[in-house]
């Protein structure tokens, strides 16, 4: 029983398109993340929230925006593409600060 | 800002031998420290949560120690589907991201 599930696991497209990234957690958790993790394996955090609410927007381009319709779930929807935006995805979840977040599997990125 | 550097950047060891990875960070204000592994592929898959200076915490052949400057993850007579990259994180203040560090790339060799 999958708890936090990123569709789709790969996506490829043009630059100049638009595109968006599912994420659902059945965990119960409240706080929700998107982290981008690029060729080198860095991951680095891009937006939380927690109950619907943005709480952290790191220096993302006005290109990403962030869409909680419930605490379960957190999708990303991408404007413009460009080929700087290829990178693997993570959505994660965490039941409260302090407390492990949980990774789905990630979906790969890439722009041609 | 916080800063979260981890060594080696890649270990090959054979079946069998131990050894300590090491994650130093710099942060104001540590909350939290946090071990993954993350295998190709996957998602970082949560080890170990640590809180304090002193603190240890163990898992079958993993064990993980905190200093007020770096933490180690010991691993403890490896097999190689303990093959993966260990990724180390703080969370710091009252900010509820993790920093992550660059991991170490650890092949366990038969």
């Known amino acids: 029983d999958t708890a936090v599930s990123q569709t789709p696991k790969y996506l490829v497209t043009q630059m100049g398109n638009d595109k968006s990234i599912k994420c659902e957690q059945n965990?119960?958790?409240?706080?929700m993340y998107w982290y981008k993790q690029d060729s080198k394996k860095f991951l680095k955090i891009m937006f939380s929230?927690?109950?619907?609410?943005?709480?952290i927007n790191e220096t993302v381009p006005n290109r990403f925006s962030p869409k909680s319709p419930d605490k379960a779930h957190l999708n990303l929807h991408i404007n413009s593409l460009e080929l700087g935006d290829s990178a693997v995805y993570f959505c994660?979840?965490?039941?409260?600060?302090?407390?492990?977040?949980?990774f789905g599997d990630g979906t790969r990125l890439s722009i041609l | 800002e916080d800063q979260v550097t981890q060594s080696p950047e890649a270990l090959r060891l054979q079946e069998g031998e131990s050894s300590s990875l090491n994650c130093s960070y710099t942060?104001?204000?540590?909350?939290?420290l946090f071990w993954y592994r993350q295998d190709p592929g996957k998602g970082p898959e949560f080890l170990f949560t640590?809180?304090?200076a002193g603190e240890e915490k163990e898992k079958e052949r993993l064990k993980a120690t905190l200093t007020k400057k770096e933490s180690f993850l010991h691993i403890t007579a490896p097999k190689p589907e303990d093959s993966a990259t260990y990724l180390c994180?703080?969370?710091?203040?009252?900010?509820?991201?993790?920093?992550f560090g660059t991991g170490t790339r650890l092949t366990i060799i038969p």
């Open positions: 994660a979840s965490s039941q409260a600060i302090m407390r492990p977040q949980h």
């Open positions: 965990l119960g958790h409240d706080t």
């Open positions: 929230y927690n109950n619907k609410e943005l709480i």
């Open positions: 942060v104001s204000g540590l909350r939290g």
């Open positions: 640590l809180y304090s």
């Open positions: 994180a703080v969370q710091a203040g009252g900010n509820e991201k993790l920093t």
